[in-house]
């Protein structure tokens, strides 16, 4: 099947390669990661791709954290789908608290503690209440589980930047959770 996308102008086509060009490598990952399938991941990219079409005007800055959210999004929604059609055991997105080698670990012991012990519907609250870049960083560490380089590159700030800042918004959200007490489920 040969697909042919019409676009209203040139900027908005140009657009729209730039960011299958950026981020075909990221939604391949992230699809991968869920279908275990090459091919299935290529189809997750395509399909991904095609619903990013449909929905250009929701999409501003090309290079913003919240247009690599929505991609990352889509690609993974559209990779739960495919593994549901698939009759696949339920999957869930990988959980890999372990740090990269290359990075320095959070030496906060009570964070974790507390972190660990807070049901994941109040987590996603807390998150909630994070400023938007803080949000951003976090998600896309513990739920797209990328590196610090990955983020530092997608949104253009420096690797000890985001490391920084990582490290804030954890010792910000284990606050947050102890002084709500949330750590019961």
């Not at 990221?26 to 279908?35: G, Q």
């Not at 609250?125 to 960083?137: C, K, P, Q």
């Not at 560490?141 to 990328?146: P, Q, R």
Request: with cysteine; proline share 3%.
């Amino acid at each position: 099947m040969i697909l042919v996308f019409t676009f209203s102008d040139e900027r908005e086509a140009n657009k729209f390669e730039y960011l299958y060009k950026k981020y075909k490598n990221l939604l391949y990952f992230k699809a991968w990661e869920i279908l275990h399938d090459e091919m299935a991941a290529e189809d997750a990219v395509s399909e991904t791709m095609i619903r990013v079409y449909k929905n250009m005007e929701k999409i501003g800055d090309p290079d913003s954290p919240q247009s690599v959210s929505f991609l990352v999004t889509i690609a993974k929604n559209v990779s739960l789908t495919l593994a549901k059609k698939k009759s696949a055991a339920p999957l869930l997105l990988p959980e890999n608290e372990d740090e990269d080698a290359d990075e320095p670990a959070d030496t906060f012991d009570l964070e974790e503690e507390v972190l660990a012990a807070i049901t994941e519907e109040n987590l996603c609250v807390v998150i909630g209440r994070l400023d938007e870049e803080a949000r951003n960083i976090f998600v896309m560490k513990y739920a797209y589980d990328l590196s610090h380089k990955e983020i530092a590159e997608l949104l253009g700030m420096t690797e000890n930047n985001v490391t920084v800042r990582l490290h804030r918004t954890r010792k910000r959200l284990a606050e947050m959770v102890s002084a709500e007490g949330l750590n019961a489920g």
